[in-house]
């Protein structure tokens, strides 16, 4: 199993940090160019045991991804676990910790293990530096919404 992190420091409430995960509009808003996201299963309301299903497509490569909520711990867990993914494990915990008054620490941990066992691990490379692409992005985003800097 591999294992990507980032952590980001973003002047929000924990509360209006949490709520922003929970809105499935915002995934398509912090999704990098070049990746379309399409919510197979509009009015998705996320809860433990509840599957989101998406279709990304990057580089006209279409995707499909099942998502299963697979614990809420409001305002500081969400960890969603995929069913159904180009990965043979993925497993991705979201974090929110209040720092102080107005800081709050968004942490993303992807656990997941490549297809095709040691043939599938020489990509990892590549998986590492489409994650850190990724989540750059993301967490760049969330910031300026959340912090109302457009």
Known sequence: MRIYEKTSLIECSLKKLYD???DMKNLKAISPKGIKVTLL???FV???GAILRLKTVKNFLPIIWEV??????APNLLVDV???SPFKSWRHSHIFTQVDENICELKDVVEYTLPFGFLGSLFNFFI????RSMFNFRHLITQKLLE???
């Open 20 to 22: 922003f995960h929970l």
């Open 41 to 43: 299963n509009e009015g």
């Open 46 to 48: 996320p809860k433990e």
């Open 68 to 73: 299963k909520i697979d614990k809420m711990d």
């Open 82 to 84: 995929a069913m159904k």
């Open 128 to 131: 590492q530096y489409e994650l």
């Open 148 to 150: 109302g800097k457009r």
